[in-house]
Every structure is written in structure tokens, then in C-alpha cells.
């Protein structure tokens, strides 16, 4: 079951597959939710992609600080 979000809820998102933003949930209908960034930007996102928690958030970041592999770590 889908959570309900609120107005004025705290929430993060994962930017890129790699950051983790803060952001406030401004509205909430039909399964996407209205952000607010910051003071002035703004975003609107499917519910499954906010997280309550930046620890829940951080489980789904696909990039963990892993090296990139370059040809010359093959020979």
C-alpha cells in the first residue's frame, strides 16, 4: 500500500541516482506528489520516490562511492 504524503511533510529524494535532497511535499493527488527545493524551485514526483528517512533513501542510491574502472585496470 502506497504511503500518504501530507503538505508540509518532510521527505528526500534521490537526485541522479547519486544525491540526496531534502525537500517538502507541497500537494499530494492521484499518485504524484508537488515538491518544494529550497525556497524557489520546485518538482513534481510519483510517490514511490520520496523517502521519510535519509537512511531509506540512501539504501536505494545506485553509485556507491565505487571507483570507476578504466581500461588500464584490465591489462
Given at each position: ?12 529524494i534521490v ?58 585496470d584490465?591489462?
Amino acid at each position: 500500500m502506497m504511503e500518504k504524503w501530507n503538505p508540509g511533510d518532510q521527505c528526500y529524494i534521490v537526485e541522479n541516482n547519486m544525491h540526496i535532497r531534502p525537500a517538502v511535499v507541497v500537494r499530494s493527488s492521484g499518485g504524484f506528489c508537488t515538491l518544494r527545493l529550497g525556497n524557489e524551485k520546485g518538482i513534481r514526483v510519483r510517490e514511490s520516490r520520496l523517502y521519510r528517512t535519509p537512511e531509506e533513501a540512501e539504501m536505494h542510491v545506485r553509485y556507491h562511492n565505487t571507483p570507476r574502472r578504466t581500461h588500464h585496470d584490465y591489462e
